[in-house]
């Protein structure tokens, strides 16, 4: 059974840094492309970075290039999402996701885990 | 940039056949997924590749993907469908793209 379980959110100040971190279990991690999704408070769903299943390919959106960097450990099985510079408007909750590399779809959703960005 | 378009609301009576529209330019030369998203839960794949269903989800969920429009179909729509639902490309310049959503109100 594919499970995913995010941890890591909280309360940070603007401009303040969190780590947010994915354990994966129940398919070969490594062989798998993974992204973080948010969802801010009323809002839709915003896909916010990618990374192939190696690490050598990672892909963010333009709102988050330069702040946020997106890593993975194939050895531990995790997903990491490291965010710097952080604003009131990345206040949301942050799922992971496996995803399908080629076409990029993604089959399995963790909880998700909230982050407030607030002072 | 690539965006997708969605309607902010579709309704529908129990039994009946929702559509939910997405459109972006030159759509249907893309792969779209489908997600269902619930109040407090996680979002569910209930489409992928266009048309394809992962395992577990009713046969009354189909997609369809031509032109400028995808369209996800829910046949003898249920009380439980009750939920938004989001569709999803893959552009070369934005990577993923997710549309706006659609929120479904069975009535």
């Known amino acids: 059974e594919v499970q995913l379980l995010e941890s890591g959110g909280g309360l940070v100040q603007p401009g303040g840094s969190l780590r947010l971190s994915c354990s994966a279990s129940g398919f070969t991690f490594s062989s798998y492309a993974m992204s973080w999704v948010r969802q801010a408070p009323g809002k839709g769903l915003e896909w916010v970075s990618g990374i192939g299943g190696s690490g050598g390919s990672t892909y963010y959106t333009d709102s988050v290039k330069g702040r946020f960097t997106i890593s993975r450990d194939n050895s531990k099985n995790t997903l990491y999402l490291q965010m710097n510079s952080l604003r009131a408007e990345d206040t949301a909750v942050y799922y992971c996701?496996?995803?399908?590399?080629?076409?990029?779809?993604?089959?399995?959703w963790g909880q998700g885990t909230l982050v407030t960005v607030s002072s | 940039s690539y965006d997708l378009t969605q309607p902010p609301s579709v309704s529908v009576s129990p039994g009946q056949t929702a559509s939910i529209t997405c459109s972006g330019d030159k759509l249907g030369d893309k792969y779209a997924s489908w997600y269902q998203l619930k109040p407090g839960q996680s979002p569910v794949l209930v489409i992928y590749e266009d048309s394809k269903r992962p395992s577990g989800i009713p046969e009354r969920f189909s997609g369809s993907n031509s032109g400028n429009t995808a369209t996800l179909t829910i046949s003898g729509t249920q009380a439980m469908d009750e939920a938004d639902y989001y569709c999803q490309a893959w552009d070369s310049s934005a990577h993923v793209v997710f549309g706006g959503g659609t929120k479904l109100t069975v009535l």
């Open positions: 996701a496996k995803y399908d590399g080629s076409t990029w779809y993604g089959d399995y």
